[in-house]
Each structure stands twice: as C-alpha cells, then as structure tokens.
C-alpha cells in the first residue's frame, strides 16, 4: 500500500493557477505510475493526468490538455500538476493516485491507493 498527501488546493480566479503536490510513503515510489483525478459536486470522479514510473509519459485529459502539466520528483517521492488558465469548470476535489504498476492508466480500476483529496475553487 501507498500513503498520499495532496496539497496545495485554494481559491483563485479564472485564469490564474495553482500547483498540487502529492507526496507518497510505502512503496518504492519509482516503482508505479501516478494520476491526478478530480470530482466536481454532483459528478463522478474523472481523470486528469497521468505520468509514467519515470516520467517519460504523460497523458491528460482533453478537457485539461495544453493548460495542466504533471511530473514527478521520484527523489522526493512527490508527483505535482501545475495547471494554468484556470477556468470555473476545474472546480472539484483533486485526488492523487498511485496505480498498480509502471505505466500510467486512464481507468479509475488501475490505481489502487487514493490521496485524502484538496479542494480547488476557480471564482469567475
């Protein structure tokens, strides 16, 4: 099992940006792949980005493609996402998630340890 903290969730204006942090514990970190997730009230909990053991891949979501960026410091053991041009509808709780194996999935299924989750709020 994995231990995840997310940080660096708040409160900004459409088109500013914040960075997440997710800092992991347990198993070797360079070890499985990680992702981003988020749930907006009243909605299922959809995916965000992903990146490789390494770091070599990454994919996004189209709805987050050329404005969020994921990547990974395995000497930290932390996986970050800086997301840009904030808009209204990136409101939601944000998850990290660590998956079952080295190369990252899109499929909720394929990650087996969650994050508590932290809450980003994009004011009009």
């Known amino acids: 099992q994995v231990q995840l903290v997310e940080s660096g969730g708040g409160l900004v204006q459409a088109g500013g940006s914040l960075r997440l942090s997710c800092v992991a514990s347990?198993?070797?970190?360079?070890?499985?792949?990680m992702g981003w997730f988020r749930q907006a009230p009243g909605k299922e909990r959809e995916f965000v980005a992903g990146?490789?053991?390494?770091?070599?891949?990454?994919y996004y979501a189209d709805s987050v493609k050329g404005r969020f960026t994921i990547s990974r410091d395995n000497a930290k053991n932390t996986v970050f996402l800086q997301m840009n041009s904030l808009k209204p509808e990136d409101t939601a709780v944000y998850y990290c998630?660590?998956?079952?194996?080295?190369?990252?999935?899109?499929?909720?299924?394929?990650?087996?340890?969650w994050g508590q989750g932290t809450q980003v709020t994009v004011s009009s």
């Open positions: 998630a660590a998956d079952r194996g080295i190369e990252l999935h899109t499929t909720i299924s394929a990650y087996d340890s």
């Open positions: 347990g198993r070797t970190f360079s070890s499985y792949a």
């Open positions: 990146i490789s053991w390494r770091g070599g891949r990454t």
